[in-house]
C-alpha cells in the first residue's frame, strides 16, 4: 500500500507538528545538524589524537635503572627510589589532562549545539525572507488590482530569478484581465450601434398606421443588414479576443455602396433626433476589402456624428477619390475637437470632455475600432475639427487596381 492510497485522515496523521512541518525549521535543523556534526568531528578528532598521543608516546620514559629519557632526547639520572614515583606523577598527569578536556569538549560542544542551532535559525530566516515577500505580495493581490509587484533587491540567483519570474506571470495575468476588460467594452459598444438601428426602426414603422407594404419591406432589409452586421461583429469579436486583430474578408466593392447602406440604416435615428442626414458618392469608387468592417466603421463615425449633433443640423456622408486613394466621410456641426485632442480621441477609452458636448457615458472605443479597420485595410483615418465647427472624420483607403 503506498501512501497516496491510504485515506486523508491517515495521510494527515502521519504529517509532521505544524511547528515541525514549517520550512524554515526544516531548514534550521538542517544547518544546525551541519554545523554541529562538523564542530563534533573536529573536537573529537582532536580530542582522540591527544589521548593517543598521551597514550602510546609518554612524555619521558625508562631506559635504564636510574635514567629518564625526555621526549626530546634528553636523559636525567635519578635515584632508583624516585624514578618510579616521577613517572607515576606524569601519568596521573596525563590523566587529568584528558579529563580536563573531556570537560572543555563536552561543554564545548554543547555551545557549539547551541550556536549551531542559533546560526540555523538565521540562516534560515534570511533563506526565506524573500520567499515570504513573494508570499506576501500574493496575499495582497486581488484580482482587481494586479499592479503590485515584488521587485526584489538582491544578487542575481535563483531567488531573484524567482521574484522576476513571478512579477512577469502578474504583468501577463493583469495584460489578460485588462484584454478581457477592453473585450467586454468593445463588444457592448459595437453590438450597441446595431440594436439602435433595429430599434429605431421597428419603432418608427410600427408607430406609422399608415406603414405600406413597401416600408415594412424596407424596414426588414434594415433588419436584417443589421443582424447580419451584428453576428459578423459577434464574429470578428471573437477573434480579436483570441488573436488581437480583426479578421477581414477581401473583395471588390464600391464605397458608393458602403456610404448609401450606412447612410440609409441612419435614416431612422436621424430624423429622431431632428437631425438632417445627407450622403453623396459617386460611382466606381472601387476597393479591395471587407465590405461589413466598412460599413462598421462608418456606422460608428454616424452614431457619433448624430449623438453630438444639435437639433436642426446637418450630418452628411461623402465618398470620393483621390489619385491612388479612395475616401469616405462624416461630418458634423457638432461641437468639435480641440486641437490637443485630436490624437487621444481614437485611443481606448477616450471620452472627451462632457461639458464640450461629448456623451458622458460613452465607451470611447468606437473611433479606436474606426482607425483599427482603416489600418487593417492598409489606409488611415484622418481628423479635421475646430472647438465650435464641428468634425470631419475621412476613410483613407487605397484603390483597387
Not at 506571470?169 to 493583469?174: C, E, F, P, S, T
Not at 426588414?220 to 452586421?229: D, G, I, N
Not at 436621424?270 to 459617386?282: F, G, I, N, T, Y
Request: proline share 4%.
Amino acid at each position: 500500500m503506498t501512501a497516496s492510497s491510504l485515506p486523508r485522515r491517515a495521510r494527515a496523521a502521519m504529517r509532521l507538528p505544524g511547528w515541525l512541518g514549517s520550512i524554515r525549521t526544516r531548514i534550521a535543523l538542517v544547518y544546525s545538524t551541519i554545523l554541529f556534526g562538523i564542530a563534533a568531528l573536529v573536537v573529537g578528532i582532536i580530542y582522540l589524537g591527544l589521548a593517543h598521543s598521551l597514550d602510546d608516546q609518554p612524555i619521558t620514559r625508562k631506559v635504564g635503572d636510574g635514567v629518564v629519557v625526555t621526549a626530546d632526547g634528553r636523559a636525567f639520572r635519578f635515584p632508583i627510589e624516585q624514578v618510579d614515583s616521577y613517572l607515576y606523577i606524569e601519568r596521573e598527569a596525563n590523566a587529568r589532562a584528558l579529563a580536563t578536556l573531556r570537560q572543555y569538549s563536552f561543554g564545548t560542544l554543547l555551545i557549539l549545539f547551541a550556536s549551531s542551532v542559533a546560526i540555523g535559525w538565521i540562516v534560515a530566516g534570511r533563506v526565506l525572507k524573500p520567499i515570504d515577500d513573494i508570499t506576501a505580495v500574493a496575499e495582497e493581490i486581488q484580482a482587481t488590482d494586479l499592479s503590485r509587484r515584488i521587485n526584489l533587491d538582491r544578487p542575481d540567483d535563483e531567488l531573484k530569478h524567482l521574484a522576476d519570474t513571478f512579477d512577469d506571470m502578474l504583468a501577463r495575468i493583469d495584460q489578460a484581465f485588462e484584454s478581457q476588460r477592453q473585450f467586454i467594452h468593445e463588444a457592448s459598444h459595437e453590438l450597441r450601434n446595431p440594436l439602435a438601428v433595429i430599434r429605431t426602426n421597428l419603432d418608427v414603422t410600427l408607430s406609422d398606421p399608415d406603414a405600406t407594404a413597401e416600408d415594412l419591406r424596407r424596414t426588414a432589409e434594415v433588419v436584417k443588414r443589421s443582424t447580419e452586421r451584428m453576428a459578423r461583429l459577434v464574429d470578428d469579436l471573437l477573434v480579436y479576443a483570441r488573436q488581437g486583430s480583426l479578421s477581414l474578408a477581401h473583395e471588390r466593392l464600391d464605397l458608393a455602396e458602403v456610404v448609401a447602406t450606412s447612410a440609409s440604416e441612419f435614416d431612422a435615428l436621424a430624423a429622431e433626433r431632428e437631425v438632417r442626414l445627407a450622403s453623396a458618392a459617386p460611382d466606381g469608387l472601387w476597393v479591395d476589402g471587407d465590405r461589413l468592417a466598412l460599413q462598421q466603421a462608418l456606422a460608428n463615425l454616424l452614431a457619433n456624428a448624430l449623438a453630438v449633433s444639435p437639433p436642426g443640423s446637418t450630418v452628411r456622408v461623402t465618398a470620393g477619390r483621390e489619385g491612388p486613394w479612395v475616401w469616405m466621410a462624416v461630418s458634423d456641426e457638432g461641437p468639435g475637437i480641440a486641437p490637443e485632442d485630436h490624437e487621444r480621441v481614437f485611443q481606448r477609452f477616450w471620452r472627451g470632455d462632457p461639458r464640450a458636448g461629448r456623451e458622458e457615458g460613452h465607451s470611447g472605443l468606437g473611433l479606436t475600432i474606426v482607425r483599427q479597420v482603416a489600418e487593417a485595410h492598409g489606409g488611415q483615418v484622418r481628423l479635421a475639427s475646430e472647438p465650435g465647427r464641428g468634425a470631419a472624420f475621412a476613410l483613407w483607403l487605397p484603390a483597387a487596381g
